[in-house]
């Protein structure tokens, strides 16, 4: 059974680093073109797209958000971890985790979510 | 940045037919999947490459991409299928997600 995990803090001060860490299983981070990515939605609204990583390294983040996001993968441990620095209170979201590449050709694809973290940014 | 446009809601009666629809620029040439999410709950992808079913989702779920709008058509709708549904497309290295559409079940 395919499961995806996120886990961080619930609540962050403005300023402060993020840190979240999804954690896989039932499937390899070193499968040919398997990949995670990140996505975030504030409450009542849209889901909004921040960062992938394949078992390449190919790397991608969100544009309006790429100067703040850093994603990375450790593969022994099963992980990817996405850091957002600066954070606002404007980044107040449930943070979810998503598996790619497992649906033949179709790489850009998210075919497994977790359940989803919130985390609230306040002072 | 590329844009993926939907419809705010939509409602529909028990047993009659959805579309939902999402524009974007040229997007007959891209692949487009569709999710399916509940209040209180991750999305689930239902329908991925314009047309194409996970295992699990049931066949009245389909789409299509043949021109623009792409369109997701849920067929014999149920009061189980009140949610939010957003199309998604990968351009230019980004994932886009549209804004969402809120399907309403009469």
């Known amino acids: 059974q395919v499961t995806l995990k996120e886990s961080g803090p619930v609540l962050v001060k403005p300023t402060e680093i993020l840190t979240l860490t999804c954690t896989v299983s039932g499937f390899s981070l070193s499968n040919a073109r398997m990949g995670v990515s990140w996505i975030r939605q504030p409450p009542g609204k849209a889901l909004e797209w921040l960062a992938y990583?394949?078992?390449?390294?190919?790397?991608s983040y969100s544009t309006s958000l790429k100067r703040r996001l850093t994603i990375s993968k450790d593969t022994s441990k099963r992980q990817v971890v996405l850091t957002m620095t600066n954070m606002d209170p404007v980044d107040t979201a449930t943070y979810y985790c998503a598996r790619m590449g497992a649906l033949g050709g179709y790489y850009y694809v998210m075919d497994v979510w977790g359940q989803g973290t919130t985390v609230t940014v306040s002072s | 940045s590329y844009v993926l446009t939907q419809p705010p809601s939509v409602s529909v009666a028990p047993g009659k037919t959805a579309r939902i629809i999402c524009g974007g620029n040229?997007?007959?040439?891209?692949?487009v999947h569709w999710y399916q999410q509940k209040p209180g709950q991750a999305p689930v992808l239902v329908v991925y490459?314009?047309?194409d079913r996970p295992s699990g989702i049931p066949e009245r779920f389909s789409g299509s991409n043949s021109g623009n709008p792409a369109t997701l058509t849920i067929s014999r709708v149920e009061a189980g299928d009140e949610a939010d549904y957003y199309c998604?497309?990968?351009?230019?290295?980004?994932?886009?997600f549209g804004g969402g559409t809120k399907l309403t079940v009469l």
């Open positions: 490459d314009a047309s």
């Open positions: 998604q497309v990968w351009d230019s290295s980004n994932v886009v």
């Open positions: 990583i394949f078992s390449n390294d190919e790397k």
């Open positions: 040229n997007i007959r040439s891209k692949s």
